[in-house]
């Protein structure tokens, strides 16, 4: 089993003090086999916070980040192809079919983006999109709603993909769990 | 050992002196008197006007007819000076005749009695060191024939004791060198009995020298002739420490010397006219380069009588206190 | 080196000396000869005559003899019993000619006579104190008088012990105890005066090796039974201080003043705590006060922490009062007392009043203030340490309490203010991290203010920050922005005060300062604008209905209530009507300021985006049509003069399309001259992939989803000023028209520049991401976007690749078969619909 913990928009200093306390707690080192970032940390001793959990940090470009990332990368991990990217760049934002097209332009089985600052995991065409949310639960121009802090940790394990969602709601951690099994077909070419 | 030698000799007899008590009994009282090289010696011991009571036994060494023209016993006292060895000088000489001439076999036949009552005896015997006051009954026999060797001379110690004078003010002095050393020293009394405790006490009242340790030191002046002639000879009887180290201005150290242990006689101020024995405490204090610094002060001995009784009642009347030295400073 | 081994060797001998001495005395002893035991004792204890050991070498000298004193003691308990009095003995051991020897037998038997009942304790005990003054050297007197306290323990005539009574009382065990221990402490400080200079370090070294002899006096008369705190404070305590102030001697003054601290009882202190505090200002000025103090005072608190009741009686005697007035003569005698020491001292006061009364707000500040006071005129004096305890004394009221509680004490900053520059900004972090750690709410205009009054350093600029790096800056204004956050005001209006405030002090600062602290203060202006709407409408839906308001606006105004929990929303109201009250055009126009001032830093980058971030709210939560558009009109100019890098500038513009999207407060013709801007600036991209990329996100702008809140079907949000989302086919095929031009002359260069050549065919993706856009249209119901259409661009596209197979990279191939396979989903999802289309 690989867990892979999928965490984003930090935005800390500019949006938010700090990581919550309990997310703090639930995040110690030792446990977690990569981290992929969708960016917006804002500073790079965010950076350094997600490579004291785990060595293998993953960083791609936020709209706010003022240091280079790549746009979006993939990665091979556990059988699957993960996807990350930012989603600033997807117009409309956080909009299913629009990021389908990246995925399938990244062929990825699933796809990790943030920007929107609220947590969600669709299977679209049997592709899963997973947007872990902010992990500090940052103002978010585009939700007037108050933002739940959230991440979340992928376990992939033989084709299958079972998604912890962490959210602190009032004040207290709720963990929701989604399985996924990864699509047959993504793996077989239709032109021979 | 002597009277085997003297039969070798030849000498006609031996001569035994016993004294006797009041009773009739051997007399018992001794002294343990120390001689030279530490030896000591157990003597009988009288005091002033005691009666000395005795016989005198005569054991004859030869079956030979010996004729004498006489024996006596005399009781000396003298007082010998180093200086004039030889010569005593006796200032009791009594005499006692023992037996009419005759033969030596019927004066042994019985023993000899004899008696001497109420002697004047006011000196103490001493052993100095120039200078020494003893006590004896000589017994002698004369004749055609006889030698030193018939004549026996035993020894006896005379001890007096004093009255407890009365309270003297304590000795206490402020001496020192100026700018260097100031110190008040303190003895509770001027006169002591032998078996008397010296308690006293040194204030420090400036100390600029650095003092490694401080003594008191007993020390006995003989002084024989007088006047111009007169000639003086000190000893240290004993050195007892009484300080280690170095004090500072302030410190009070205190003193308790026990006499006791020392071999001392009381102070005598006059021994007929001959010599006279003083005693005095010496503070020493010994800087770290080993000089001295020292204060003498004269105190008295005196003898008292471990049995009340003892006392005697015609004993010299106190002496006046020494005149006290001022401080120096 | 050498005169250490041949002191050493000096050790060897006097130990064998010992050994050998003991062995005919031990003989003697059992051959019964009393004379001959005492003559070898006295020859064995004569040993310790010597002046050549240091205390350490004579200490092990010193045991050895002990051991063998040992022996001796029973021999003489032996003697009692054969007939012998020990009153004898006692007189016999005292002709022992030699000082030191004669006293270690007397006081061998004088304990043995105590013991044995023969003498009065207290006459006996007298004596040897007494006598014992014959020593005078330091280190002989002062191993005697330690023996001398050690055998005479448990012979005392303590209350309660065998020996009271016809043996004396407690006061006779108390004399001899402290006299005893003046005797020694005498001994002691002259060991300071003998020797030469040079050696003082060496001396001071051996005298502490000595102290605790000195100090067992102390231990034993804190343990008498009889010691009552009448006796304590009438009699030991006085004459203990006297010696102490009077022995001149700062070593010794330290040990004793410790001594006797550590020593006596919490309670006994207590209680006499005038008497003690009285003596410090009479010690010498080298004798570190404040560790004694410090002592002191800890015990204090220890025995308040243990005892409840001691506080109050703390309260009752002022002892805090006491502390303080103490530490001020001290220092007022000590005129020369480092800066070092006084801190600590009062250091040492604030962890007492901490420690005993941690309510007592008003006793730090005094603290501080006379700390102040103390250090005024002279300073710290450069003095690294005293600085560290600055630091230390100004970090204890952090530890425990908030942040604000302590920004509320005038003393603070001025005593804060006698820091260097660096030190200072060290505690000024100091103050950020607890307000971060402890999630302090900074909710007045006057708490920030003193809050940037402690931070200065921070924000401000000063010549020694040359040496900074952009990392240290960066670091440090991470710290400060992040601290914004918890400056949160119970009404938006008093929120909007603060932050106008924060920014006048930020704005002291260098652009490199600002450029990490203004996107902060901004998004902090943001949410207050977001809770001032939330406000406004709680307040017309209140007069709407009265009974739903409360309720409503617990949920729309939870970061109001996060941050003054306590504040009701009618002192809400009260505070904004008392003057503080702002609008959202206000507050957006401040906002505008902000960002423009950010872009001069120069961060071209930072104030794009966040006039973005602007100009969406402005559209969406304010309905200011007007500012939405000098936002992005100022975005654009941003863009245009100050973002140079073609990567920026793809970034850049991938924001304004993503937020221009997202905006519905625009006119068709001001929506149009935004648009039109955003298409000319994809067509001047770099590369042709961006153009393209861009022309398809561009696209979108003619087609809008409709917002968010109402698609979701939720109470829809009365924006003033929205209008319906944009839907024209037209210009968005008009858009993807352009992106296929952009990929159609990538082609012709590709042609041009690559003849032949392999690799070269970078226009293929793009050919097959304008395929998924045109499907997405399909799929989202474009009049103009037919199943023709898309059929005619997927025949295109598909001769293309297969014009290129060779040169097709595995990436390509895979989204062309992604793609396809997508195809078959919308085709397998609605049959009817996507009849036509064929990959």
């Keep these: ?121 669709a299977v679209y065409e049997e592709l899963l999109q997973v947007n872990p949310g902010s992990a500090t639960g940052a103002y978010s121009a585009t939700s007037q709603e108050a933002v739940q802090p959230s991440f979340v940790l992928m376990d992939l394990e033989g084709g299958k993909a079972t998604i912890y969602v962490y959210q602190l709601v009032d004040g207290e951690v709720k963990v929701e769990k989604i399985d996924h099994t990864k699509a047959a077909a993504a793996a077989t070419a239709v032109t021979a | 050992m002597k009277n085997i030698l003297g039969l070798v000799q030849g000498a006609p007899c031996r001569i035994d002196v016993d004294l006797k008590d009041e009773k009739g009994h051997r007399y018992k009282k001794t002294a343990v008197v120390k001689g030279k090289n530490g030896e000591t010696e157990e003597l009988p011991l009288f005091t002033n006007h005691d009666a000395i009571v005795g016989e005198v036994r005569i054991t004859p060494l030869t079956t030979k007819r010996v004729e004498h023209t006489g024996i006596k016993v005399q009781l000396l006292g003298q007082i010998e000076l180093a200086s004039e060895r030889g010569s005593p000088h006796d200032f009791v000489s009594l005499v006692r005749e023992l037996a009419p001439p005759g033969d030596v076999a019927s004066a042994a036949q019985k023993p000899l009695p004899f008696e001497f009552r109420n002697v004047e005896m006011q000196y103490d015997s001493y052993r100095g060191l120039q200078v020494r006051c003893r006590y004896l009954l000589r017994v002698s026999m004369t004749g055609k024939g006889m030698g030193s060797d018939t004549k026996k001379d035993a020894p006896f110690w005379v001890r007096n004791y004093d009255v407890p004078p009365d309270e003297a003010p304590p000795i206490k002095m402020e001496v020192g060198i100026e700018e260097c050393l100031h110190i008040e020293f303190e003895y509770d009394k001027a006169r002591y009995h032998l078996k008397d405790v010296v308690v006293g006490k040194i204030y420090f009242l400036l100390v600029r020298i650095k003092l490694k340790h401080m003594e008191v030191e007993i020390r006995r002046r003989e002084t024989t002739g007088a006047g111009s002639s007169a000639h003086n000879e000190s000893e240290t009887i004993a050195k007892y420490e009484i300080m280690d180290g170095a004090p500072v201005r302030g410190e009070n150290i205190p003193i308790r010397l026990y006499l006791s242990p020392y071999d001392l006689t009381p102070s005598y101020r006059d021994v007929h006219n001959k010599f006279s024995v003083r005693y005095f405490l010496n503070l020493v204090l010994v800087d770290e380069e080993d000089r001295r610094y020292f204060k003498q002060q004269e105190i008295l001995l005196y003898r008292k009588a471990d049995d009340p009784q003892q006392q005697q009642q015609q004993q010299q009347p106190p002496q006046a206190p020494p005149s006290l030295g001022s401080s120096s400073s | 080196m050498e005169q250490d081994a041949e002191a050493a060797q000096f050790l060897k001998e006097a130990s064998l000396s010992v050994k050998k001495n003991a062995y005919f005395m031990r003989k003697a002893m059992d051959e019964d000869n009393l004379r001959e035991a005492l003559r070898y004792s006295a020859a064995m204890l004569g040993e310790l005559r010597t002046s050549f050991l240091s205390p350490q070498r004579y200490y092990e000298l010193y045991m050895q003899v002990f051991d063998e004193l040992g022996n001796l003691e029973a021999y003489f308990a032996d003697e009692q019993s054969k007939g012998r009095t020990l009153a004898e003995l006692y007189e016999l051991v005292q002709h022992a000619g030699n000082v030191l020897p004669r006293l270690y037998l007397m006081v061998a038997v004088g304990c043995l006579y105590i013991k044995a009942g023969g003498a009065r304790s207290s006459d006996i005990l007298k004596d040897l104190v007494e006598m014992t003054k014959g020593v005078q050297h330091p280190t002989r007197g002062l191993f005697l008088r330690a023996y001398l306290c050690q055998r005479s323990r448990g012979l005392l005539p303590d209350t309660g012990s065998p020996y009271a009574g016809e043996g004396g009382d407690i006061h006779d065990a108390v004399d001899f105890l402290l006299t005893n221990f003046m005797e020694m402490n005498k001994l002691w400080v002259r060991m300071q005066h003998q020797g030469a200079p040079r050696d003082r370090e060496r001396r001071e070294k051996e005298r502490q090796q000595l102290q605790d002899l000195v100090g067992k006096n102390l231990t034993y008369i804190s343990q008498l039974d009889g010691l009552t705190f009448e006796l304590y404070a009438g009699s030991v305590l006085p004459r203990l201080l006297e010696q102490v102030v009077s022995c001149k001697d700062e070593l010794a003054q330290q040990y004793l003043m410790q001594a006797v601290i550590q020593g006596f009882p919490d309670a006994f202190h207590l209680a006499s705590l005038d008497a003690l505090l009285s003596a410090l200002p009479e010690l010498q000025s080298g004798v570190k006060l404040h560790a004694v103090m410090a002592s002191l005072m800890d015990r204090l608190a220890r025995y308040a922490a243990s005892d409840p009741s001691v506080v109050g ?82 970090s204890m009221p952090l530890g425990s309490r908030d942040a604000v509680t302590v920004l509320s004490l005038d003393q603070y900053p001025p005593l804060m203010g006698l820091l260097s520059r660096r030190t200072h900004k060290d505690m000024a972090l100091k103050v950020v991290t607890t307000t971060l750690a402890q999630g302090t709410c900074v909710s007045s205009l006057e708490s920030v203010e003193m809050l940037f009054k402690f931070i200065a350093p921070l924000v401000q600029e000063a010549e020694d920050d040359d040496d900074m790096d952009e990392e240290d800056i960066e670091e440090e204004q991470v710290m400060v922005a992040r601290m914004l956050h918890q400056l949160t005001a119970p009404t938006p209006g008093l929120q909007f005060a603060i932050l106008r405030a924060a920014r006048a002090h930020l704005e002291l600062g260098s652009p490199a300062r600002l450029k990490h602290t203004y996107p902060a203060l901004a998004f902090c202006g943001l949410k207050a604008l977001r809770r001032l709407n939330a406000a406004q409408q709680q307040q017309q839906s209140g007069a709407a209905a009265d009974a739903d308001a409360s309720a409503d606006a617990n949920g729309a105004e939870k970061d109001a209530e996060r941050a003054a929990p306590a504040a009701a929303p009618a002192a809400a109201a009260a505070a904004d009507a008392a003057g503080d009250a702002v609008d959202a055009e206000s507050a957006l126009q401040w906002l505008l300021d902000v960002a423009l001032q950010l872009a001069e830093v120069p961060a071209p980058m930072q104030a794009l985006r966040l006039l973005l971030v602007c100009a969406h709210v402005a559209s969406e939560e304010a309905g200011l049509e007007m500012l939405a558009y000098e936002f992005f009109e100022q975005a654009f100019t941003l863009y245009e003069e100050s973002v140079a890098d073609s990567r920026h500038k793809v970034t850049a513009l991938q924001a304004i399309v993503g937020t221009l999207h997202r905006c519905y407060v625009f006119s068709a013709d001001n929506r149009d001259a935004l648009t039109q801007s955003v298409t000319s600036y994809a067509a001047k991209l770099l590369k042709r992939a961006d153009q393209c990329r861009a022309a398809c996100a561009a696209s979108h702008l003619a087609w809008q989803e409709p917002p ?132």
């Design chain 1, 1 to 121: 089993m690989v867990l892979v913990l999928c965490i984003g928009d930090i935005h800390i200093p500019h949006r938010a003090t700090d990581i919550p306390a309990k997310f703090r707690e639930l995040l110690k080192p030792g446990k977690i086999h990569h981290v992929l970032c969708t960016g917006n940390l804002c500073s790079k001793s965010m950076l350094e916070f997600l490579r004291g959990i785990c060595s293998d940090v993953k960083v791609v470009q936020g709209d706010f980040d003022d240091f280079e990332s790549p746009e979006h990368l993939v990665v091979e991990l556990a059988g699957f192809k993960v996807g990350v990217c930012h989603g600033h760049q997807v117009v409309p934002w956080g909009d299913r079919e629009a990021l389908a097209i990246l995925q399938r332009q990244m062929g990825a089985d699933i796809l990790v983006t943030g920007h929107t600052h609220e947590f969600k995991a």
């Design chain 3, 313 to 394: 009686q703390l309260l009752e005697r002022h002892a805090f009062e006491k502390f303080v007035e103490s530490i001020s003569k001290v220092a007022e005698l000590h005129g020369d007392i480092p800066a070092v020491s006084l801190v600590e001292m009062y250091a040492a006061l604030m962890r007492f009043t901490e420690g005993v009364h941690p309510d007592k707000l008003e006793n730090v500040n005094r603290v501080l203030g006379a700390c102040q006071r103390g250090l005024a005129g002279k300073g710290l004096g450069g003095d690294a340490k005293a600085e560290k305890q600055l630091v230390a004394l100004l």
């Design chain 3, 708 to 839: 968010a809140a109402a698609a979701d079907g939720e109470v829809a949000v009365a924006v003033p000023g929205r209008q319906p989302p944009v839907r024209d086919a037209q210009k968005v095929m008009a858009g993807l028209k352009r992106a296929l031009k952009v990929v159609a002359a990538a082609k012709q260069q590709r042609a041009a520049t690559a003849r032949g050549g392999k690799g070269g065919a970078q226009h293929l993706p793009l050919y097959v991401e304008i395929v998924n856009h045109y499907l997405y249209y399909l799929a989202r119901g474009v009049e103009s976007m037919s199943v023709g259409v898309v059929q005619q661009l997927l025949e295109l596209v598909g001769s293309e690749l297969s014009q290129y197979d060779a040169d097709l990279d595995a990436e390509t191939r895979s989204y062309w078969q992604a793609t396809q396979r997508h195809i078959q989903c919308l085709k397998a999802a609605d049959p009817d619909k996507y009849a036509g289309l064929n990959a």
